[in-house]
């Protein structure tokens, strides 16, 4: 089973990606991504 999460900006906190991941899973998910309102790639972390 997999539940989706959202991934927030570590800069300016926006939430802009959607994932999933598998729900017995203890870790976040932590990617660099484009961030299209910081204009750069930044560190992405699961968010609530």
Known sequence: MREKVSLV????????????????????????????KCGKYTLHKEGK
């Open 9 to 36: 900006c570590t800069e300016c906190e926006s939430r802009n990606y959607n994932a999933s991941k598998r729900s017995n899973d203890p870790n976040r998910i932590q990617v660099r991504k484009y961030c299209p």
